[in-house]
């Protein structure tokens, strides 16, 4: 097991190969990305393999708030690299035994967010079915018409 290499996101530099982004300001710091934000850390992995395990592994802490609880700043959070360090030294033995579980954890995940999505796509779709027919309704009641 090897653990990737962390450090500041600096635009200037290239980004090397097997490379995602972490937010490290901000409410949302923790907060993986294939794309760099100003305020993020590099996350460098040795091939391919360990990218796809380290990405998912940061998603899923970020999504249950693994990194909320080592904010700094009273302002604006965020929260360093040994934090970092220190958070992927507590949980990747474990999770890294049982990858194939957390595999599977993760598509389960992926398809209970496809059903949230189509789920708000038909609450947008009532609340604007119901706007429509009070419009409607209201709409014959304006003033001279009964």
């Avoid at 009273?74 to 360090?85: G, L």
């Avoid at 706007?131 to 209201?138: N, V």
Wanted: proline fraction near 9%; include cysteine; charged fraction near 25%.
């Amino acid at each position: 097991m090897q653990y990737p290499f962390i450090r500041c996101y600096n635009p200037n530099f290239p980004i090397p190969p097997y490379c995602f982004f972490m937010l490290c300001k901000g409410e949302n710091a923790g907060k993986p990305s294939f794309k760099p934000w100003p305020n993020s850390f590099m996350i460098i992995c040795p091939d391919e393999y360990y990218y796809d395990f380290y990405f998912w592994l940061f998603y899923g802490l970020w999504h249950t708030g693994s990194f909320k609880v080592r904010h700094h700043g009273s302002v604006i959070p965020f929260i360093n690299i040994p934090d970092v360090r220190d958070i992927l030294r507590e949980v990747v033995p474990p999770i890294y035994k049982d990858w194939k579980r957390y595999k599977e954890i993760l598509a389960l995940c992926e398809s209970l967010e496809q059903r949230k999505a189509n789920l708000a796509e038909q609450i947008i779709a009532t609340k604007d079915l119901q706007s429509a027919l009070l419009r409607k309704y209201l709409g014959g009641f304006k003033k001279g018409k009964q």
